[in-house]
T-cell receptor, first 114, second 113 residues
């Protein structure tokens, strides 16, 4: 069975600083990987996804993530954060033989301070 | 092109009542998924449906919970005889197929009092 671990439950960072949100997964088969963002009292918005091809994936709002198969990681990065990036971020994995079901990590709360 | 529409946004039920949550997928999407988010936790898969068929209900509690996606109309998640532990945000998502990375609705926040 697949699982996703987000190592940091909260990440405080100052505005304009870089940030990395960590995500590790476990699976016995090939996977597809996703990052979603959730603003307070809202649904989830897809930031980016890795299905195949280049391991460096660029998403919306200046975010990017790198798939590292050997380390089973898919860390999310942004070189300079804004106050508006304050939100909950979820990493998710889908096994390519499991239909479309997503397994989510527990989430990381990014708190951007002025 | 409206996104995934869920209603109601907020639902309050007394213990023992029934809760009905509705989800209208994006236009052209025939695959619907329901997830539950407990407070301070990530989302947990509940059920995956296509029109008139349940494809995967491995995440559904064995009792009191049911889901349908009829030929016409929205998908419905039904919770009978609600208990306090059912209080959560319930999210629906849709996709046009097994395209990986679907669109979520804004959720229904169920509070059981």
């Amino acid at each position: 069975a697949q699982s996703v671990t987000q190592l940091d439950s909260q990440v405080p960072v100052f505005e304009e600083a870089p940030v990395e949100l960590r995500c590790n997964y476990s699976s016995s088969v090939s996977v597809y990987l996703f990052w979603y963002v959730q603003y307070p009292n809202q649904g989830l918005q897809l930031l980016l996804k890795y299905l195949s091809g280049s391991t460096l994936v660029k998403g919306i709002n200046g975010f990017e993530a790198e798939f590292n198969k050997s380390q089973t990681s898919f860390h999310l990065r942004k070189p300079s954060v804004h106050i508006s990036d304050t939100a909950e971020y979820f990493c998710a994995v889908s096994e390519n033989n499991a239909g479309n079901m997503l397994t989510f990590g527990g989430g990381t709360r990014l708190m951007v301070k002025p | 092109n409206a996104g995934v529409m869920q209603n109601p946004r907020h639902l309050v039920r007394r213990r023992g009542q029934e809760a009905r949550l509705r989800c209208s997928p994006m236009k052209g999407h025939s695959h619907v998924y329901w997830y539950r988010q407990l407070p301070e936790e990530g989302l947990k898969f509940m059920v995956y449906l296509q029109k008139e068929n349940i494809i995967d209900e491995s995440g559904m509690p064995k009792e009191r919970f049911s889901a349908e996606f009829p030929k016409e109309g929205p998908s419905i998640l039904r919770i009978q005889q609600v208990v306090r532990g059912d209080s959560a945000a319930y999210f629906c998502a849709s996709s046009p197929g097994q395209s990986h990375g679907y669109t979520f609705g804004s959720g229904t926040r169920l509070t059981v009092v």
